[in-house]
């Protein structure tokens, strides 16, 4: 399918490594612009190469921390007026509840929510005015479901959900959208390491745990990033423009509910 975007400036946050990085060469193979990023600079060479090798696109590498406001001005001055926005940022680290002070709550609100709301305030106005705009946010299937220690993250992106579901509705009529993504486990170093945690306070192998969490999932496997990629550039495409508020679950089945 032509997804009808080719040509596009996107700008895709957190993008040198996992589920940023899958939707960054989805978009790139669309034939879009994109802007990637991520703190460690060589990563991102190296990320940024590869994605031009394979996709002939134009990639564009800001070394930032999308959290700061340093970070997301060399964003936008990359690409001051994008049409497409997929934020996604670093999760905070499973800990149970009882161990997040105040200074802990405030970085992961502020990382998994407020991050993103900052980034949309920039973008929107210019995509209103083009009458085009896609705005897609990676948040997950915790968002739906509690998961054990990351009642934080969670939180955050929930209250990401619930404060863009308003604003989603007000930009619709011109064209532009606003969509979440909620994975659910997929094969990233985010996973390797999440997984090793849990190894570790149970005792048991990495191999283990993750054969442990497996079994939870009804399609029995992890999911690819390239899924969630692919995803991605079809809420992003010129296809997508009726879809709007909506939160995409990619879990292999573990939500239960009929709805
Ligand atoms: N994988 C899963 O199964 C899963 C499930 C549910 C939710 N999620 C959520 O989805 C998001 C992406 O997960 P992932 O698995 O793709 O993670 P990942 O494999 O750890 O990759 C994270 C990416 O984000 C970049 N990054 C992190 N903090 C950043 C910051 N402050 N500024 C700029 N770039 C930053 C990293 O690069 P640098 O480190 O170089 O900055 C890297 O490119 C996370 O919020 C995660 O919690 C993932």
Redo the contacts with the bound molecule.
């Keep these: 399918m032509d997804l009808g975007i080719a040509g596009r400036k996107a700008i895709v946050?957190?993008?040198?490594?996992?589920?940023?990085?899958?939707c960054a060469k989805a978009l790139a193979e669309a034939g879009c612009d994109v802007v990637i990023?991520?703190?460690?600079?060589d990563?991102?060479a190296t990320?940024a190469d590869e994605l031009r090798r394979t996709t002939d696109a134009k990639i564009i590498p800001v070394?930032?921390?999308?959290?700061?406001a340093e970070?997301q001005q060399a964003l936008f001055e990359a690409c001051p007026e994008p049409d497409i926005l997929v934020n996604?940022?670093?999760?905070?680290p499973p800990r149970d509840f009882r161990r997040l002070d105040r200074q802990k709550m405030i970085d992961g609100v502020v990382?998994?929510m407020i991050?993103a709301v900052e980034l949309i305030q920039k973008a929107i106005d210019p995509m209103i005015a083009k009458k085009f705009g896609r705005i897609v946010n990676?948040?997950?299937?915790?968002v739906k479901m509690p998961?054990g220690g990351?009642d934080l993250?969670s939180g955050a992106?929930a209250g990401l959900t619930a404060f863009l579901a308003g604003v989603a509705r007000s930009v619709a009529g011109s064209n532009v959208t606003i969509n979440f993504l909620?994975?659910?486990?997929?094969?990233?170093?985010?996973?390797?390491?999440?997984m090793g945690t849990i190894a570790k306070n149970k005792g048991i192998s990495y191999e283990n745990a993750l054969a442990d969490r497996l079994a939870t999932v009804p399609a029995r496997r992890?999911?690819n990033?390239d899924e969630l990629g692919a995803a991605c550039a079809f809420l992003c495409s010129a296809h997508a423009g009726y879809i709007t508020g909506q939160n995409l679950l990619m879990d292999g089945g573990v939500f239960p509910g009929a709805f």
């Design positions: 946050c957190a993008s040198s490594r996992g589920l940023g990085r899958a990023n991520g703190r460690d600079r990563h991102l990320t070394v930032a921390d999308v959290a700061s970070g996604n940022n670093g999760g905070p990382a998994n991050v990676i948040t997950s299937g915790s998961l990351l993250s992106r909620l994975p659910g486990v997929f094969e990233t170093d985010r996973l390797r390491s999440y992890a999911g990033p």
